[in-house]
């Protein structure tokens, strides 16, 4: 804290009283500033942790299991596998539309080796499409 001392030799003429201070000193706004913005930091995160949620309990066999993914993938043979199972061309029709009328809303996953030509890739994509399947992804790998 600062204060304003008038020096005065003796003389009335020369005392005129108090003069203002004109500086303010911050360092007291400053140091209660830091203590209230560390209790609000600290008090902000309890807060939100007290909110009174009750939480509902479930199974995990009440949840079912996640449905497995339906993969058509194509190799460099120009062979269709659904999943690990090797098929034909007219049996991966059938199999399309049985897996089709079991869940219509599945998303496909469509894997094609790199070796095999763009063409044969759409070619399997229409395949899948003509079906019915409307969500079809194709399945790619990261880069290492």
């Given at each position: 804290m600062g204060?304003?001392?008038?020096?005065?030799?003796g003389d009335e003429a020369d005392f005129v009283g108090?003069?203002?201070?004109?500086?303010?000193?911050?360092?007291p706004l400053v140091d209660v500033m830091l203590?209230?913005?560390?209790?609000?930091?600290?008090?902000a995160p309890l807060m939100?942790?007290?909110?009174?949620?009750?939480?509902?309990?479930?199974?995990?066999?009440?949840?079912?299991?996640?449905?497995?993914?339906?993969?058509i993938?194509?190799?460099m043979q120009r062979q269709y596998y659904i999943g690990d199972d090797k098929v034909d061309n007219t049996?991966?029709?059938?199999?399309?539309?049985?897996?089709?009328?079991?869940d219509a809303a599945?998303?496909?996953?469509v894997r094609g080796d790199k070796g095999v030509s763009y063409g044969e890739v759409i070619g399997l994509l229409s395949m899948v499409s003509t079906t019915g399947f409307t969500q079809i992804s194709l399945m790619t790998e990261a880069p290492q």
């Open positions: 204060i304003s001392v008038n020096r005065n030799n108090y003069k203002p201070m004109a500086e303010i000193n911050v360092t203590v209230l913005l560390i209790i609000f930091m600290v008090a939100m942790a007290q909110l009174p949620i009750e939480m509902p309990e479930a199974d995990l066999e009440d949840m079912g299991k996640p449905k497995e993914p339906l993969v993938s194509i190799d049996t991966l029709m059938a199999r399309l539309s049985a897996e089709m009328a079991r599945q998303t496909v996953y």
